[in-house]
T-cell receptor
Framework: KNQVEQSPQSLIILEGKNCTLQ??????????LRWYKQDTGRGPVSLTI?????NTKSNGRYTATLDADTKQSSLHITASQLSDSASYIC???????????FGKGTLLTVNP | IAGITQAPTSQILAAGRRMTLRCTQD?????MYWYRQDLGLGLRLIHY???????GKGEVPDGYSVSRANTDDFPLTLASAVPSQTSVYFC?????????????????FGEGSRLTVL
């Protein structure tokens, strides 16, 4: 069964600190992996997409990594800001019909 | 740029009542989706439409129906609401169907409709 597991479920950090969110998946065959950011009370918005051939991709203070061999991805946030407080959702596209499999998200709280 | 517009933003509904959540997009995307988001369960697909005139069942379709009369609109109807349908509902769209031509599978979400069924 295709699954996406995210860890931790929630995380509290101080402003200015770095953090790393994890996403492990069992989806096969793999097409791509996308990280979404969901602010409280808003819809998810795509942060970055990782394809099979990509190991690292940066989007400002966000850096995503992908290890297709171990089926793991991480999202690293550098020098966190209060506006980074949100839920981060990992979504993997793949499987027999290239469907989307959603992780349950990591809730990040950045405190001043 | 509006993107996806959902209405209502929130609604309290008595059990047994009929309710339609509206969704309109202005991006001319072919595919549209309805998800529900519940604490601890994440986003789950209710129904989808790869193109106007066609619809399909997602992961949790029971108790819900959809129609796609044109490209822009994709309403979700609860024929007889039950308390377990209390949730936040998100409408989304993509340029093409996820299982087909959309190479990246990016979804564009609305802001959600919070529904409480008492």
């Amino acid at each position: 069964k295709n699954q996406v597991e995210q860890s931790p479920q929630s995380l509290i950090i101080l402003e200015g600190k770095n953090c790393t969110l994890q996403c492990n998946y069992t989806v096969s065959p793999f097409s791509n992996l996308r990280w979404y950011k969901q602010d409280t009370g808003r819809g998810p918005v795509s942060l970055t997409i990782m394809t099979f051939s990509e190991n690292t991709k940066s989007n400002g203070r966000y850096t995503a990594t992908l290890d297709a061999d171990t089926k793991q991805s991480s999202l690293h946030i550098t020098a966190s800001q209060l506006s980074d407080s949100a839920s981060y959702i990992c979504v993997v596209r793949g499987g027999s019909n290239y469907k989307l499999t959603f992780g349950k998200g990591t809730l990040l709280t950045v405190n001043p | 740029i509006a993107g996806i517009t959902q209405a209502p933003t929130s609604q309290i509904l008595a059990a047994g009542r009929r309710m339609t959540l509206r969704c309109t997009q202005d991006m001319r995307h072919n595919a549209m989706y309805w998800y529900r988001q519940d604490l601890g369960l994440g986003l789950r697909l209710i129904h989808y439409s790869n193109t106007a005139g066609t619809t399909g069942k997602g992961e949790v379709p029971d108790g819900y129906s959809v129609s796609r009369a044109n490209t822009d609109d994709f309403p979700l109807t609860l024929a007889s609401a039950v308390p377990s349908q209390t949730s936040v509902y998100f409408c989304a769209s993509s340029p093409a169907g996820i299982a087909g031509g959309s190479a990246t599978g990016e979804l564009f979400f609305g802001e959600g409709s919070r529904l409480t069924v008492l």
